[in-house]
């Protein structure tokens, strides 16, 4: 018989001997956004120093794979929140991981740069397609008084993903064909399970959805929250190791150092619901919004230090993921029929904000410089506090 704390037992009950199929479901979804997010999106940039020295990557290559993989994150996202909706969740998320598969094969294998370009941004559209699915196979399988809680377990799988492929770049170095080979075969091993613990048949509160939903109120407030957000942590997604590099002088190695606080404290953004329960949406977003400012400031200040820069990765990554969970919450709660399109809305809107946000950073850091950078973005966090879920009525 299985024996657990008191806490867990109530939220995954137990029933001869086995666990609530609730358990299953998360941990899947939690091991799906790990593998595509960590893996299929995120390693990329860790082994890009070896993987330049070998394919030699020009600088434009560099920034169309960039570009390119942004697209790919915003066509997946609404492809993946319109398919869910019309064939449901256990296809879609299969997909997902078998997208993620696929491409981190044609990165293990890729011949010449423009075909790694190809296999990178394959791999990491699967990101776009796995959160949808999760959260509708989360609406149809979980207690409503739960799947707040079970959605933002799920999406706190980007840090374990994060922090796992951290120690494999710095083991592995040279030998990155291995690493995405590995890779690849643990996200053909996920769709096989998620084929089991998946439910098939989600699309019954949604049948008669068509298009986008209007935007209401309470969905402008996620927006302009979100897309605020995503534009505020460009200051550490996309320019940290330039940061940690110019106020350190620290090597990629340390910037992988960076890359782990982050994805570890990422994981504790599997409290996000419980957290917005027990003292409300509004309050969790306006404390980790000021939690992320301080975090970009803490490593991006000049005078910082190295105790200073990691502490300030571990209240990143904690605040970033604790954030998508609020925008994941506030986007299903928003369009409780529609989860898969209330999460889309949230999480598409941080990616454009990320992609509007990383050039207008490296802008100010030419004209101005990093110190002007980091303030102003940390002030943008704040901002986004204003945006609430709830009308101040």
């Not at 001869?16 to 998360?26: I, K, Q």
């Not at 996200?187 to 098939?200: E, K, N, Q, W």
């Not at 049948?207 to 957000?229: D, N």
Request: glycine share 12%; proline share 4%; hydrophobic share 55%.
């Amino acid at each position: 018989m299985l024996v657990m704390p008191s806490d867990i037992r109530n939220f995954f009950p137990v029933k001869n001997g086995l666990m609530n199929p609730s358990l299953y479901l998360a941990a899947t979804g939690f091991a799906l956004i790990a593998v595509c997010y960590g893996f299929a999106r995120f390693a990329f940039g860790l082994f890009l120093p070896q993987i330049d020295a070998e394919l030699t990557l020009s600088s434009t290559l560099s920034g169309f794979i960039a570009g390119g993989a942004f697209l790919g994150y915003c066509i997946a996202i609404a492809l993946s929140a319109y398919l869910t909706e019309r064939i449901g969740a256990r296809f879609v998320a299969i997909g997902a991981a078998m997208v993620a598969a696929v491409g981190m094969a044609g990165i293990a294998i890729a011949p010449s740069a423009p075909w790694l370009a190809g296999a990178v941004m394959l791999a990491g559209s699967s990101t776009g397609l796995a959160s949808p699915p999760m959260a509708a196979a989360v609406a149809v399988s979980v207690q409503p008084d739960r799947q707040s809680a079970i959605n933002t377990v799920i999406n706190a799988g980007t840090g374990a993903g994060v922090v796992f492929s951290g120690p494999v770049a710095l083991m592995l170095g040279d030998q990155w064909r291995f690493a995405f080979a590995g890779f690849a075969v643990a996200a053909v091993g996920l769709a096989v399970v998620a084929a089991f613990s998946i439910p098939a048949n989600t699309t019954s509160a949604t049948k008669s959805a068509e298009g986008m939903p209007s935007l209401s109120g309470v969905l402008w407030r996620l927006i302009s929250a979100s897309f605020l957000m995503g534009s505020a942590s460009t200051a550490i997604w996309s320019f940290g190791a330039q940061l940690v590099t110019l106020r350190l002088n620290w090597s990629s190695a340390g910037a992988g150092l960076l890359w782990i606080a982050i994805g570890a404290a990422g994981i504790a953004g599997a409290a996000a619901g419980a957290l917005i329960a027990r003292f409300g949406i509004d309050r969790v977003h306006r404390i980790f919004l000021t939690t992320m400012a301080a975090g970009i400031l803490m490593v991006g200040v000049g005078g910082t230090t190295a105790a200073l820069t990691l502490s300030g990765g571990i209240f990143f990554g904690a605040a970033y993921i604790m954030l998508t969970g609020v925008y994941l919450v506030w986007g299903v709660s928003a369009l409780p029929e529609r989860p898969a399109t209330g999460l889309m809305i949230g999480f598409l809107t941080i990616a454009i904000g990320q992609t509007a946000g990383a050039p207008v950073f490296g802008l100010l850091m030419d004209r101005l410089t990093a110190n002007y950078a980091v303030a102003i973005f940390a002030c943008l966090a704040i901002t986004a506090g204003f945006a609430r879920a709830k009308s101040p009525n």
